[in-house]
Nanobody, 127 residues
Framework: QVHLVESGGGLVEAGGSLRLSCAAS????????MGWFRQAPGKEREVVAAIRWSGGGTYYADSVKGRFTISGDNAKNTISLQMNSLKPEDTAVYYC????????????????????WGQGTQVTVSS
């Protein structure tokens, strides 16, 4: 069973930075797609960024392009999300997600293509 644990959330002022991490365990990750999603109060869960575990593929939502960077560390079985120039509208619970289906077999922006989810970490950006 895949286990995903997020960390790094918190409260930051607009314009600030945070780095989220997701520790993954439970199986061997190869060409899996790993993603970060977020859900603000009263809104649907949406993709933030996704990465191909083995490298060579990333996806970013338009709203975060140029501000957020997703990366992976295969040796530590973690993925990270570096968030810069944060805005109040980035406030949400951020979730790590994984799917065993290969990167080229899923739509990285579609939350329904992901099988495993972490418990989420709160990010709050004050204005």
């Amino acid at each position: 069973q895949v286990h995903l644990v997020e960390s790094g959330g918190g409260l930051v002022e607009a314009g600030g930075s945070l780095r989220l991490s997701c520790a993954a365990s439970g199986r061997t990750f190869r060409n899996d797609a790993m993603g970060w999603f977020r859900q603000a109060p009263g809104k649907e869960r949406e993709v933030v960024a996704a990465i191909r575990w083995s490298g060579g593929g990333t996806y970013y939502a338009d709203s975060v392009k140029g501000r957020f960077t997703i990366s992976g560390d295969n040796a530590k079985n973690t993925i990270s999300l570096q968030m810069n120039s944060l805005k109040p509208e980035d406030t949400a619970v951020y979730y790590c997600a994984a799917t065993s289906r290969g990167w080229f077999l899923v739509r990285p922006e579609d939350l329904h293509d992901y099988d495993d989810w972490g418990q989420g970490t709160q990010v709050t950006v004050s204005s």
